[in-house]
């Protein structure tokens, strides 16, 4: 059964670099999976940021961007700002329809 | 402006069944794939099933194989979720998204929660 894994935590200092990773238990991440990531404040709904590992998705702004970094895709986010505190998670496609996402990241903005 | 809005979430028993809906707006609902999404509370995503733009392709998560169907109404541009045999395990806010292809998540709903307990 695929996994897709990520670490659980993360913290950036306000105008700070984060990178997020999101791989798989058993192989690499590649194109293939279609990479997406999303953004999740308590009680909202996910919001789409990243599709296609590197596509911003409309209204996104562009200190988030989308990318495989080793075996791994990975969302980085420049000049991070307090309102970035958030969940964040990733899906891979699987194929067939079948999508799966990440266990989520919790980024704190300290 | 997209709007997904769920509905029919409330408590039932194990066992039990619901049926979900989610009313679309703003874009040209039969141009879509549709996708339910789940979330326990304090948990994570949890992609659940998913319909292709005519209803010709539905595909699901394994641990709602045989319980769960997904179908849609493009004519009242509606998607549904039909919910059997619902353990504690079900219990999670359901989201629907639209997405212009299988793996794509565009848009969500915000959410209708299903509680399973006695």
């Known amino acids: 059964q695929t996994v897709v894994t990520q670490e659980p935590s993360f913290s950036v200092s306000p105008g700070g670099t984060v990178t997020l990773t999101c791989g798989l238990n058993s192989g690499s991440v590649s194109t293939s999976y279609y990479p997406s990531w999303y953004q999740q404040t308590p009680g909202q709904a996910p919001r789409t940021l990243i599709y296609n590992t590197n596509i911003r998705s409309s209204g996104v702004p562009d200190r988030f961007s989308g990318s495989i970094l080793g075996n791994k895709a990975a969302l980085t986010i420049t000049g991070a700002q307090a309102d970035d505190e958030s969940d964040y998670y990733c899906a891979m496609y699987m194929g067939s329809g079948i999508s799966v996402f990440g266990g989520g990241a919790k980024l704190t903005v300290l | 402006e997209v709007q997904l809005v769920e509905s029919g979430g409330g408590l039932v028993q194990p066992g039990g069944s619901l049926r979900l809906s989610c009313a679309a707006s703003?874009?040209?609902?039969?141009?879509?794939?549709m996708s339910w999404v789940r979330q326990a509370p304090g948990k994570g995503l949890e992609w659940v099933a998913n319909i292709k733009q005519d209803g010709s392709e539905k595909y699901y998560v394994d641990s709602v194989k045989g319980r769960f169907t997904i179908s849609r109404d493009n004519a009242k541009n509606s998607l549904f979720l039909q919910m059997s045999s619902l353990g504690a395990e079900d219990t999670a806010v359901y989201y629907c998204?639209?997405?212009?292809?299988?793996?794509?998540?565009?848009?969500w709903g915000q959410g209708t929660l299903v509680t399973v307990s006695s």
């Open positions: 998204a639209s997405g212009r292809a299988a793996h794509l998540f565009d848009n």
């Open positions: 703003g874009f040209t609902f039969g141009t879509y794939w």
